[in-house]
C-alpha cells in the first residue's frame, strides 16, 4: 500500500481557494490579477498563482502610494527620478523600492514590510524561475494568505496633507481651529513629515516677518502636532534654540524660548539654553526684590523652567523666591495692612516650590540661616505663616535622608516655633 497522497482535485482545492480569497478587499476582487489566479489554481497552476497574486499586490501599494502621496514616496525613497504617475511606477520603481516606500510614508506596517519582502522573494523563485521546484499548494496559500492579510484586505490609508498647502491655510484667519480636524490631519503622518513639519512650525514661528495670524494658528497646531513626536524629533527640534543663541539675536532667541514653552518642550533644553535663560531672570529677582512689577514678571517667567534649574543658579533663585513670598512689613495711605508682597508673583511661587529635591531643600535652609533681612520679616506672626506654608510644600518634597529635617519640621510645628529660631541661629 502506497504511503504518497493522491493528488488534490479541483473539488479538494476549491473550498480552500475559496475561504483565502473570501477576505479580499471588496473593490479588488474584480482584479484582473485575482482572477487570473483563481482561474489557473483549480488546474495546479501554483506559479501562475504566485505571480498573479504579487502583480495584485504591486497594484494596489502603487495605487495606495498615489493616493496618499506620490510627493511623500520621493522624499523617502531615490529612486533616480521623480515618480507622479502609476506609469512611472511600472517603469521605474522595482518591488524592493515599492515596498520601502509603502512602509515609510504609513502605507504599510512593519510587520506587512517584513512579510512582503519574503513574499516577493518567494514570487522571484517560483514565477521568475521555471527551472526551480514546483511550489506545494500549502506554499501557494501561504503566499496568497500573506498577500491578502497585509495588502489586498487592507483599506487605503488616510490621505497625506500637503505641508506647503496646510501653512499656507494657517495663515488665514478662516484657518478652523478643531482639534479633532487638527489630530486627524497630522496624527497619520508618516515620521518624515512629522519631522519636517515640526521644523518649519519652529523656522516660521521665530522669523521676524511671520504675520500674527500664522504664529497664533502654529501656537494652535504646534502642541497637538508635538504629543505625536517621537522623542529624537522633539530633542532635534529643541536643540536648534542653541544655535539661535550662538547667532546672538536676542529677539529671534527670545521667540525661540517661547516656540519650546509654546509645546512644553522645556525638558530636551539644553544646559546651555537653561542657563542663558534662568540666570538672568535669577539675577533680575534678586536685585529687585520687593519691587513687586519686577517680581510678578521674574517669578511668572521662571515658573516655566521650575523644574529644570541649573545647578548654577539654585542657592540665588531659592534664595529670591523665598523672600519674594514672604514679602515685607510697612504701612500705606491706601491700605490698612502691614503684611505686603507681591500678589502676582504670590500666585505662581508654591507650584514652584512643588519641583523642589534635597537640593533645593539644602538651598532652603540656608537661605533661612544666611538671609538677615528674611530673618528679621518673619518675627512678625504673618510672616512667619508665609514662610511656614512654603516649608510644609518643602517638608512634603524632601527625602527621609535630608539633613536639614529637623529645621524644616521646627518651622512647619507651630508648638516648635523658638526651637526653630534657634536653629536658623546656630
Known sequence: ????????????????????????????????????????????GYRSAIGAFWNAVVDDLRNKIIFRSTDL????????????????FQNYVNDDQLIEGAYKIGVIGWEAYKILSHSKESRHIFSGHPKSSDPSLVKVLSVIDDCIKYVLNAEYPSKIIDIDDYIDVLKLESFDRNT??????????????????????????????????????????????????????????????????????????????????????????????????????VVRLE?????????????????????????ECIDKYVWALTQTYVGSIGSSHHFARTDFYSNGAAIYI??????????????????????????????????????????????????????????IEALIDETREEEFFTLIRA
Open 1 to 44: 500500500m502506497s504511503d504518497v497522497p493522491a493528488p488534490l482535485t479541483p473539488t479538494d482545492i476549491t473550498p480552500l481557494i475559496e475561504r483565502a480569497v473570501a477576505n479580499v478587499r471588496e473593490d479588488m476582487r474584480d482584479s484582473p490579477y485575482i482572477l487570473e489566479a483563481l482561474r489557473v489554481l483549480p488546474v495546479q
Open 287 to 311: 536685585t529687585n526684590l520687593d519691587t513687586w512689577a519686577v517680581e510678578t514678571e521674574c517669578v511668572r517667567e521662571l515658573s516655566g523652567y521650575a523644574s529644570y534649574i541649573v545647578e
Open 73 to 88: 514616496f520621493n522624499k523617502a525613497v531615490n529612486v533616480g527620478r521623480t515618480v507622479k504617475t502609476y506609469e512611472d
Open 180 to 281: 479633532v480636524a487638527i489630530e486627524n490631519a497630522i496624527g497619520d503622518l508618516p515620521e518624515t513629515y512629522k519631522n519636517e513639519l515640526a521644523n518649519r512650525f519652529f523656522t516660521i514661528y521665530i522669523h521676524p516677518d511671520s504675520s500674527s495670524n500664522l504664529v497664533s494658528n502654529i501656537e494652535f497646531v504646534a502642541p497637538l502636532l508635538w504629543k505625536v513626536l517621537p522623542k529624537d524629533i522633539k530633542v532635534q527640534v529643541v536643540r536648534r534654540l542653541d544655535q539661535e543663541i550662538t547667532k546672538g539675536d536676542a529677539i529671534i532667541t527670545d521667540k525661540a524660548f517661547s516656540f519650546i514653552r509654546v509645546v512644553g518642550g522645556e525638558i530636551y533644553l539644553s544646559h546651555t539654553a537653561r542657563k542663558y535663560k534662568i540666570e538672568p531672570l
Open 350 to 407: 508654591p507650584a514652584m516650590f512643588q519641583a523642589f529635591n534635597d537640593r533645593m531643600a539644602g538651598a532652603f535652609v540656608r537661605t533661612l540661616r544666611e538671609n538677615d533681612i528674611l530673618k528679621r520679616r518673619i518675627r512678625t506672626p504673618s510672616k512667619l505663616r508665609r514662610l511656614r506654608s512654603l516649608g510644609n510644600i518643602v517638608g512634603e518634597k524632601m527625602s527621609e535622608s535630608f539633613e536639614d529635617k529637623s529645621v
